[in-house]
């Protein structure tokens, strides 16, 4: 494969990750006044869906131009690396989560163990939590999209050795095939104590990640991710604009089930990412893909600016935001805030991820400025006559 490394970072993908980070940020505060207008709302897939297919993309720019070119030590072991920071931050969000809603629990009578959050589960068993929670087997509501990312990563490294190996092709046809074979078997990875699988259910979110990768890898290529074609750019169109209107007027349960399709190719729950919800976010990153108008808008928004900064700190502006999402609901409980105190708190939200992205960028370049080699000192004028 003739890959190369990026010369620059593509900015216009850190964007669309801060857009995907504020929109889950809203909508992990459920019943504030902006949640209707997230893109949620609109279709059959999510934030998370996003935001998943451009991490597919990052890894595909991170780890596979050394990769592909042989040098695979360094690519896996950074891939680790990331395992164990993903590993930590899931451990630290999930214990803060815990807190401030057992706090709010013990301070104003939160229900936190009637709401569906599967925080009743570690009351009635805690022996048996305390050994699923570092398993990751333990989710709560909220806290369970970074085992995800972990179990993603460590399957990247099958990606990696398929795409290099036996071509883009192969990889893309063996992610489907996972995909596919969760369906028919019900595939998923177990919870404990809790019964059922994971809400993020590994073995069909990998395709979306596989997706992605594999978008990554032609663009390191120089290739046009997906060819563009007018009528297949019309029809995803079409499909947004039809899966909107099902999804407004609640249309669920209209369209009977084809009896030769396993179930869970049909319907929309999030574990399985069925057949329609999948073509959604396909459709929606064909459409903006090969639209200039967005793409053109992307381009043109600074590097330097707010959303490209909390893209390129994905991870801290996630944690920060899934414990402020976690006060957010606490806040709604107890406070009872009308439509201007919502929308207050929302944007001392935001502004906090920002503020903790420019704090993260400023570090950063600290750091590479202290590490770079200082430039000779000029020889003194009697040393050079000398």
């Known amino acids: 494969m003739n890959i190369k490394p990026l010369g620059k970072r593509d900015h216009r993908i850190d964007v669309l990750r801060a857009l995907a980070l504020l929109s889950i940020f809203i909508n992990h505060i459920p019943g504030n006044v ?18 998943v297919l451009l991490a597919g993309v990052a890894s595909a720019f991170a ?31 999930l214990m803060v989560g815990l807190g401030i809603f057992c706090f709010a629990l013990q301070q104003w009578g939160m229900p936190i163990l009637e709401i569906p959050l599967n925080i009743d589960t570690i009351f009635a068993q805690p022996t048996k939590a305390l050994i699923g929670i570092p398993l990751m087997t333990q989710q709560i509501g909220y ?58 259910n590994p073995f069909t ?65 999030k574990p399985w990412v069925a057949l329609p919800r999948l073509l959604h976010i396909l459709s929606l990153a064909y459409v903006i893909g090969h639209s200039r108008l967005i793409m053109g808008w992307l381009g043109r928004l600074s590097p330097d600016g ?7 700190n994905s991870l801290p502006v996630f944690w920060l935001g899934t414990a402020l999402s976690v006060v957010g609901q606490v806040y709604l409980f107890a406070d009872q805030p009308g439509p201007f105190g919502q929308i207050v708190y929302i944007a001392f939200g935001i502004l906090a991820q920002a503020a903790i992205a420019y ?20 020889p003194a004028q009697d040393a050079i006559a000398a």
Request: aromatic share 18%.
């Open 34 to 51: 902006l949640e209707p207008f997230t893109h949620k709302n609109f279709g059959l897939s999510d934030s998370a869906e996003a935001f």
């Open 63 to 93: 780890y596979f131009p050394r990769f592909s070119a042989g040098a695979f030590a360094l690519p896996l072991a950074k891939i680790a690396k990331r395992v164990g920071v993903l590993y930590v931050a899931h451990i630290a969000s």
């Open 143 to 200: 806290h369970n999209i970074l085992p995800l990312y972990v179990c993603l990563l460590v399957f990247l490294p099958v990606l990696m050795i398929v795409a290099r190996f036996l071509g883009l092709g192969a990889m893309l046809a063996t992610s489907f095939a996972i995909y596919a074979a969760a369906h028919v078997w019900g595939l998923n990875m177990p919870s404990y104590p809790s019964s059922g699988g994971w809400f993020f």
């Open 205 to 269: 979110w990998q395709l979306i990640f596989g997706t992605g990768f594999f978008v990554g890898v032609r663009v390191l290529r120089g290739e046009t991710p997906v060819a563009f074609y007018r009528p297949l750019w019309w029809l995803a169109l079409g499909y947004l604009i039809a899966t909107c209107i099902y999804h407004r007027y609640n249309l669920y349960g209209s369209i009977p089930n084809v009896s030769w399709l396993p179930h869970n190719f049909q319907i929309n729950e």
């Open 306 to 312: 707010v959303l490209s900064r909390i893209g390129r």
């Open 359 to 378: 704090f993260l960028d400023y570090l950063g370049k600290a750091s590479k400025a202290k590490a770079a080699p200082k430039p000779m000192a000029e």
